[in-house]
């Protein structure tokens, strides 16, 4: 019979050779090295076999260094072997207390135990397995929903980010255009641009599966784009590659045509694509994400200009929309015939008087001629379509045109958030509120970090009287931009219908200010008194003309919803008879949309000067 203590001599031997602290050490490094790898050499573009033959390699070396820390040892000579215990060495070892001899075997226990679960999480998920990429999957593998990331400029050049930011839309536009597969819209995904955020919440904020990122790098006439796809449930990747050619406009499009179709392609399958799958745009499969025809260019300076169009329209300030006309103009005189230029010019226009100074019936009439021009060379085009729908309503108030339009263009792309906001807020003008309301909470489903849909959907919530629910949209609102004076002010005025006084006062405070009133303090304090106590409304009628004085701070339409609240119908009356004298026909859209207009329904002034501008068919609405 073998001496019981024999197993202990052994343990002891193991610590006195170090055995267990190489263990222990060797484990933690290695699973630290498979996840930085897991991690990082997608971002590289490495293979994903790279990342298997790192785990086979951690696995293989952990005998082997074992077996050299049980043979050699290192002393201040240098390695040599190690020499054999003393006499009684191994027996005091075996004698220590339990608290000196486990901690080190518990250590050793943890070390290997680290290494076998990344081995067996890198070599067994489906996305890494060699096998995977060449096997069908199962049907509950596959995605149907994706958000495209700003892909990272990495250009020597920061000014080239509106051509990484161009490649990244595109790319969305796309993917939009794969049957059944549901994409995260753009305004929400860009809301993420240069934010180090985990993408599993990323993923759950934007309700989607999987995740598109990648990089971009123009030089020396050439262009690299790295792309991978994230499975958003658990941050690892399913496939990544990467795409470097001359800088053409045809290899540029030839490189959305291959992303969008791979992509799908791993959508479908819940696995990384075979290599015949990435041989190139002509294996796509139909309805895949081809870029259309009607949206290129063989000429790259057009597309060019037409990113840096896009780029200036997606700031919404008057500079930015200014600059971004004379890029979409530039754009078409170097190619008539591409429509997404026209488009850009449409939706350009069409926000210039909104945002700037530009004379009102030359906003509308130029954006006209531009989304009729779109559709000439693509009558098929939905962004054309929605903005040809918007400008016609809103610059003519022609209604009927519109909603034929609007008709068409859900039929093309029913989930285009800007496009069903833009619906909402006619029907929200035309006091449809319920009808309205559809679409604006469709379109904030669609797109959850809009502004625009939020603070849409949170005005109509306004004119149903449903206040809380109102405030709470403004409040998103104000979570995406802080200082986005319309919701700011409507949020006051939430506040001041739900009584929370010292709310509204203390918002009105902050927008006032930002006005530049030097007694804002004074000014909130009797704007609110008249909401507070009937017996002080002139407080607030002397604070509304105030701040409508230079610098004005609040606008007509805001001035006659704070007379509405006070109750003072006929002040209200005459507001609106100055505002529409004043800036006809640009208000008049919203006129029956104002908060508590529905309290001048029967007052004749009210009735005559609705007539007057074309909107009396619309004025039941709010009776009902």
Known sequence: ???????????????????????????????????????????FGFEDWTVTFVAVLSL????????????????????????????GELETIAAAPAARRWPVGLAAAAGTALLLMSVWWTLGRPASSPDAAATAAPADAAYASIAVLPFANMSEDPSDEYFSDGLTEELLNALARVPDLKVAARTSS?????????????GEALGVETILEGSVRRAGGRVRVTAQLIDAADGFHVWSSDWDRELTAE????????????????????????????????TLPAGSGRVPAQVRTADLETYDLYLLGRQGWASRTPDGLQEAVGYFEAAIERDSSYVPAWVGLAAAYNALPAWSEYPVQEGGQRSEFAARRALELDPDNAEALYTLATTLYEYQLAFDEAERLYARAMQLDPDYSSGLTWFGQMRWRQGRFE????WTERAVE???????????????????????????????????????????????????????????????RRAIAAGGKLDADELAREMVAGARDPAQKGLTVSAVRHLLEPPRVIGPADAVEWLLLVDDRQAAIDGLESWVEETYPTPVRSLLSLVGIEKLAGEPRFAALVESVGMSEYLDNLEE
Request: charge should be negative; avoid cysteine.
């Open 1 to 43: 019979m073998s001496d019981p203590r024999s197993y202990q001599r052994f343990f002891a031997e193991l610590k006195r050779r170090k055995v267990f602290r190489v263990a222990a050490v060797y484990g933690a490094a290695a699973f630290a090295v498979l996840e930085a790898s897991d991690i990082l050499f997608p971002r």
């Open 60 to 87: 293989l070396g952990f005998p082997v260094a074992l077996v050299l820390a049980w043979v050699y040892e290192r002393t201040p000579g240098g390695v040599r072997r190690t020499e054999e215990a003393e006499a």
């Open 190 to 202: 860009f809301a993420y641009k240069g934010e180090n955020q985990d993408l599993r919440e990323v």
């Open 251 to 282: 290899n540029v499009f030839d490189i959305q045509d291959e992303i969008a179709g791979t992509v799908a392609r791993a959508l479908a399958s819940g696995t990384a694509p075979d290599a015949e799958a990435l041989a190139g745009a002509g």
């Open 435 to 438: 009808e309205a309301l559809a």
């Open 446 to 508: 669609l797109d959850p970090l809009s502004l625009h849909a939020v603070h849409s959907n949170g005005m109509v919530l306004m004119s149903l009287e449903r206040w809380g629910e109102a405030l709470a949209e403004f409040d998103r609102a104000l979570a995406i931009q802080p200082d986005f004076y319309p919701a700011l002010r409507l949020a006051s005025l939430a506040e001041a219908y739900l009584g929370d006084w010292e709310g509204a006062e203390a918002r009105l």
